[in-house]
Every structure is written in C-alpha cells, then in structure tokens.
C-alpha cells in the first residue's frame, strides 16, 4: 500500500514543503469567500502524517484527518499527542469517507485528489464532500497540473538523503493515459544500525481545470475559483499547483 514504508521517513523528506504558507493561504481563501464558522470543525481528506491539519489545530479549529494509510496515521496521532491536540483521525479510502455529521470545510491539500485516477471515482469523492458540507461550506484543494507531469516531472528522476536515509524517485509519465507513475525505493536505517529497503509504486492522475469544474458541478457544488498556488491570481499555462474553491449550495436553498 502506498505509504506504507515511507511513513516512517515522510516528514523528513517533506520539509521543505511550505506547509506554514498553505495553511495561512488557506485562511486567507476562507476570509476571501466568506467561510460562515457553525461547527468550527474542518475536515481534510489525505492528511498524511497530519501536517497541514495539526497547523489549522493551532489556528483554534476543530480538525478531522482522514487518510487510507494506516502508518501514516500513526505518525499522525503519535504527534497530536505529543503537541497535546486533539484531533479525530479516521483511516477511510477518500472515496468512501463517512463523518458523523457535516463540517464548515472540507480541505485536501499536496496534491492528494490528483490520487484519484477515475473520474467515476472523483466525482464519488465530490459527492460525498457535497453531502458532508454544511449549508455554503467551502471545498478547498489544490492538484499538480498537467504542465507538471509534462514538464518537470516528466520521466525524471530525483533522490534525496538524509543523516539516516535516502531514496531514489523515478516517474513515468503517459501523456495519453495522463497517469505519472512514481517508482520509490528507500533506505531507512534501523535499530541495529542496518539499512532497510522499501520500494512503493504511487500513482498520480493529470486533470484539466475544466475537466475538475465540471466534475464539481455534476456533484452539486458550485464551482467558485481557481487560484495560482498562494495567489489569487488566475493559473498560468506553466502553472504547477492549482488551488480550487468550490462551495455547497443545495442545503443553502432550502
């Protein structure tokens, strides 16, 4: 399963992501379209070791992190406790989540929708944030661009290491399909001072901007921008990350 192996070495791997911008970016993208604060919770689909919901914990929200990884989610609560947080994390497949009620936002951030490789699947996933929503809750989340996987991605390959592991990153990237495949191994050292090998396949699914606007409008949410990523400005034809808004508006009419 993916994830699994590098669990133990994500957060490592992964510091250079610019989780602090996103999470007051975030904020700003609430302030901007006028989140209306009911519940106070916020749940995020693919949260991963917790990242992104612990910081929207420290800004006084109520969080809920759901992720099909069940290591990840271990990272994840090992650190809600340490940091003294109280954070729900459910382990559910983003195409089947269930809440126990509706939230004021749903968030999905680090390009996790871009995991859904079917469009049957992704509008799934749509409905169920739809019906999950509270009247005029916001959906908020970004993906990698096809300009991405075309262009800097591609069929490179990347490594990295740190003071106690590494690893090798190799895409394949079918243009017709608009499936990049990653191909990971890492080397993580353990207790006996050895190095264990873990090898993952992760697959990530290009989607045009109006591609995603139609599928959220099938789903019943209103489709309400697309930003740059940590702008407001419209994306660019060499854009790598899309931010999208889209807010439920069925409940509202009632």
Not at 137 to 151: A, P, R, S
Not at 184 to 200: A, Q
């Amino acid at each position: 399963m993916a994830y699994e192996g590098f669990a133990q070495v994500y957060d490592e791997f992964m510091i250079d992501v610019p989780y602090d911008k996103w999470c007051e970016y975030i904020i700003e993208i609430f302030k901007k379209h006028n989140l209306k604060i009911n519940t106070n919770l916020i749940a995020e689909l693919g949260c991963g070791t917790g990242n992104m919901t612990e910081r929207l914990a420290k800004k006084g929200f109520e969080m809920i992190g759901i992720d099909l990884s069940e290591s990840m989610l271990a990272k994840a609560i090992e650190k809600a406790i340490e940091s003294e947080l109280d954070i729900l994390y459910l382990n559910q497949d983003m195409a089947e989540f269930e809440l126990y009620g509706t939230v004021d936002a749903i968030i999905s951030i680090c390009d996790s929708i871009n995991y859904i490789t079917e469009k049957a699947e992704l509008l799934k996933v749509f409905k169920l944030v739809n019906n999950y929503l509270e009247p005029n809750g916001l959906f908020v989340f970004d993906i990698n661009t096809i300009y991405k996987f075309e262009n800097v991605l591609g069929c490179n390959s990347f490594c990295q290491t740190t003071e106690n592991s590494a690893y090798t990153w190799e895409n394949y990237y079918d243009e017709e399909e608009r499936i990049n495949e990653f191909y990971t191994n890492f080397f993580i050292e353990n207790e006996d001072g050895l190095y264990e090998r873990f090898e993952e396949f992760h697959y990530e699914k290009g989607y045009e901007i109006n591609e995603i606007v139609e599928l959220l409008e099938k789903a019943g949410l209103k489709f309400e921008a697309c930003y740059e990523e940590l702008s407001f400005d419209l994306p660019k034809g060499n854009s790598q990350r899309v931010f999208f808004v889209a807010r439920e508006c069925m409940k509202g009419r009632n």
